[in-house]
T-cell receptor, first 119, second 107 residues
């Protein structure tokens, strides 16, 4: 499988500030990374698909100007939450896709997540 | 639209008491069904990928099976360390997750 790291593991910020979260693929070059958000006691919701060297693809209802994604290299994708507000408080998780078999989807391997709290 | 439904929402077992978790799905062209384990405050940990009906995979006390409409995660003689949320997802261009089953195993 693939090993994914995220930094920071948790962050607390004031309302109106911006926060950057890093996602790194540690053991292979990932052309595609995914960003998810998970609210308490809920499942993962895909926010966007990050493609190296091109613009991210955002899911319906996700504000691209608020959640800026940069996939500048094959091992690093960043998510910046701009002008954060308390409703943006959530658990943000990234993943990389790796090793699909028999024409099927690649398996996604997830990072440890980043807990964002906006005061 | 792809949909995934997991049941039960929560399951309490005694140590050693075997059981099964269910994942029902509707998808236009299954390209993989994925099982993950998630511990509180952590990202999902990959368990299994199943691609076709009839396929089975095992890892320690866990066994995943797949039919054309559903998948089961069988847990044999569970231990307290198996306590976690188990997530099922179907794959296409993107993963669609179920709500998960919260498993608690008491010693």
């Amino acid at each position: 499988g693939a090993v994914v790291s995220q930094h920071p593991s948790w962050v607390i910020c004031k309302s109106g500030t911006s926060v950057k979260i890093e996602c790194r693929s540690l053991d292979f070059q990932a052309t595609t990374m995914f960003w998810y958000r998970q609210f308490p006691k809920q499942s993962l919701m895909l926010m966007a698909t990050s493609n190296e060297g091109s613009k991210a693809t955002y899911e319906q209802g996700v504000e691209k100007d608020k959640f800026l994604i940069n996939h500048a290299s094959l091992t690093l994708s960043t998510l910046t939450v701009t002008s954060a507000h308390p409703e943006d408080s959530s658990f943000y998780i990234c993943s990389v896709s790796y090793g699909g078999a028999r024409g099927g989807s690649d398996t996604q391997y997830f990072g440890p997540g980043t807990r964002l709290t906006v005061l | 639209e792809d949909q995934v439904t997991q049941s039960p929402e929560a399951l309490r077992l005694q140590e050693g008491e075997s059981s099964s978790l269910n994942c029902s799905y509707t998808v236009s062209g299954l390209r993989g069904l994925f099982w993950y384990r998630q511990d509180p405050g952590k990202g999902p940990e990959f368990l299994f990928t199943l691609y076709s009906a009839g396929e089975e995979k095992e890892k320690e006390r866990l066994k995943a099976t797949l039919t054309k409409k559903e998948s089961f995660l069988h847990i044999t003689a569970p231990k307290p360390e198996d306590s976690a949320t188990y997530l099922c997802a179907v794959g296409g261009n993107k993963l669609v997750f179920g709500a998960g089953t919260i498993l608690r195993v008491k010693s």
